[in-house]
T-cell receptor
């Protein structure tokens, strides 16, 4: 079982709508959590990074939250645009260096006009 | 600045053949990582170079995989002989230090298909 579980697996929304993606993890001891956006045929691009003491981080229309007690994170996208169509990957690092990063399988978001 | 460059972008080879993937990191980034995503699965770590030295190769699946980074610049990942289960997307990433605040810069990946 993967130590980072994401839901939903895929999501289709209309342009202009908001959506929230979920990430649950069991990685321990926790170091940081990152959300990446991966466009088709491209490599992942970092959106946000949060450490244990941070519970929210924004990057434009993207807002990530973290509850380290329940080991849950969410990525909220506001006023979606067609260009938001991509896979969103949750990555959790354990202490011991970044080689201990655990990737979720991603949520495939499709924004339709 | 130029990003992380990987080539080829796609490779289709027959089982038993050899393939070499190349990654050019961002200039000056000492840390270089290889990852792999098998279809339907999550991205998984393969190995980590610091300059020309292998810092961690615990993710390498077996001895058919050989990674090198001569001179601490670009890196190659050779698969010999390739098997069907080696199919997937191979990503390279680089960072100036392992604790880079926004993580690494990834390349666009090489999609390897073994038939």
């Amino acid at each position: 079982k993967n130590q980072v579980e994401q839901s939903p697996q895929s999501l289709i929304i209309l342009e202009g709508k908001n959506c929230t993606l979920q990430c649950n993890y069991t990685v321990s001891p926790f170091s940081n959590l990152r959300w990446y956006k991966q466009d088709t045929g491209r490599g992942p691009v970092s959106l946000t990074i949060m450490t244990f003491s941070e519970n929210t981080k924004s990057n434009g229309r993207y807002t990530a939250t973290l509850d380290a007690d329940t080991k849950q994170s969410s990525l909220h996208i506001t006023a979606s645009q067609l260009s938001d169509s991509a896979s969103y990957i949750c990555v959790v690092s354990a202490y011991g260096g970044n080689n201990d990063m655990r990737f979720g399988a991603g949520t495939r978001l499709t924004v339709k006009p | 600045e130029a990003g992380v460059t990987q080539f080829p972008s796609h490779s289709v080879i027959e089982k038993g053949q050899t393939v070499t993937l190349r990654c050019d990191p961002i200039s000056g980034h000492d840390n270089l990582y290889w990852y792999r995503r098998v279809m339907g699965k999550e991205i998984k770590f393969l190995l980590h170079f610091v300059k020309e030295s292998k810092q961690d190769e615990s993710g390498m699946p077996n001895n058919r995989f050989l990674a090198e980074r001569t001179g601490g610049t670009y890196s190659t990942l050779k698969v010999q002989p390739a098997e069907l289960e080696d199919s997937g997307v191979y990503f390279c990433a680089s960072s100036p230090d392992p604790q880079a605040p926004y993580g690494y810069t990834f390349g666009s990946g090489t999609r390897l298909t073994v038939v």
